[in-house]
Structure formats: structure tokens, C-alpha cells
């Protein structure tokens, strides 16, 4: 059974930064794609990022090109997020997700895995 859980959430300051850790289980990690979405209150969810855990090759919406970092650990199977200079647009529930077929249209559909999100505020 495919298991995603995330973690690292919390409130930070504007400027500040944080990273988000999903520690997978029950699925071959190196052959799978796996990303971050986020999904903000009244918005649907969106891609922030993926990587291909095979070869280390990540892929950024243009949103989130400078200030996004994903990076994965193949020896203990987490996924990582580094965000920097965080802005209040920023504030959403993070999802760690993973696909067996590739990265497609980096749509929500593409992604069979999902964990249960890790809240992320940006507030003073």
C-alpha cells in the first residue's frame, strides 16, 4: 500500500522560509515521479513541483521557479520541499502525491498517491 505522509508545516513570516519533508512508503521509490501540490482555500489544487526520483530531474511551474526547492532522499525514501521568501499568496494545504507513469500533464489526475497535506501559513 502506497503511503505518503507529510510534515513541516506550520505559521511563518513573511520573508521566512520552511521546508516540508513526505516520508513514502510501500511503492519502489526510485521508479516513480513524485510532486508537491498545494491547494489554497477557494482555489483549486495546483503543481508546484515534481522530481523524478530516477535521475534527480525536477520540474517547477513557473510560479514556483527561485523560490522552490524539491529534492528527494532515495536512501530513506522522503521527499523534500525547500521554500524561501514566503508570501502570504504562499498560505495552502501542501500535498506530497506520486505517479507511476510519469510526470503527464502535471495535472492533480495524473497522481494516483496522495498524502493528507500539511497546512502552510504565511502571516505576521
Known amino acids: 500500500e502506497v503511503q505518503l505522509v507529510e510534515s513541516g508545516g506550520g505559521l511563518v513570516q513573511p520573508g521566512g522560509s520552511l521546508r516540508l519533508s513526505c516520508a513514502a512508503s510501500?511503492?519502489?521509490?526510485?521508479?516513480?515521479?513524485l510532486a508537491w501540490f498545494r491547494q489554497a482555500p477557494g482555489k483549486e489544487r495546483e503543481g508546484v513541483c515534481a522530481?523524478?526520483?530516477?535521475?534527480?530531474?525536477?520540474y517547477y511551474a513557473d510560479f514556483a521557479k527561485g523560490r522552490f526547492t524539491i529534492s528527494s532522499d532515495n536512501a530513506n525514501d522522503i521527499l523534500y520541499l525547500h521554500v524561501s521568501d514566503l508570501k502570504p499568496e504562499d498560505t495552502a494545504v501542501y500535498y506530497c502525491?506520486?505517479?507511476?507513469?510519469?510526470?503527464?500533464?502535471?495535472?492533480?489526475?495524473?497522481?494516483?498517491?496522495w498524502g493528507q497535506g500539511t497546512q502552510v501559513t504565511v502571516s505576521s
Open positions: 522530481i523524478s526520483t530516477s535521475d534527480g530531474v525536477p
Open positions: 502525491a506520486a505517479s507511476e507513469y510519469g510526470l503527464g500533464s502535471f495535472a492533480p489526475s495524473d497522481f494516483a498517491s
Open positions: 510501500g511503492f519502489p521509490f526510485d521508479d516513480y515521479v
